[in-house]
């Protein structure tokens, strides 16, 4: 069958009265949910300050506003600091279980968290055919 993951579920995600993205329920896969640190960490990375609550990082250049699956992911990396996740498992840790999407996804959105990073983004490493983690 090559038919795509049938939606069960889908409602709009808003934040702070702001769209932020679509929670999307598939059948055969576990609900979405983002895993990792609580949502009020917030990460210091010396000139650079991750808040995870408010979905924004604040440095030189000022505030930048995180996506929810931007935020999602450093949530998860930062749950276990030095860590290397999987692509896989990025993806199961924002969408649940059973989620099938292109591995283009987290890349994506790997760079656009190291663009908003700046002069941080060393912090977030990729090991090559491994994955991505987040280092102090």
Known sequence: DTAGPVVVQSRNVVVDGMYVGKFMQF????????????????????????????????????????????????????????RVFTKDEIISGLRGKGYACEDSMVYTHIYNIRKKLGTAAEHLSCDRHAGYRLVK
Not at 42 to 61: H, N, P, S
Not at 63 to 80: K, P, Q
């Open 27 to 82: 059948a055969n896969a576990e609900p979405y949910a983002i895993t990792g640190t609580p949502n009020n960490a917030t990460l210091d990375f010396g000139k650079v300050k991750i808040d995870l609550e408010r979905m924004t990082i604040c440095g030189a250049d000022g505030e930048v506003r995180l996506t929810a699956t931007e935020a999602g992911i450093l949530r998860l990396l930062s749950s276990e600091l030095g």
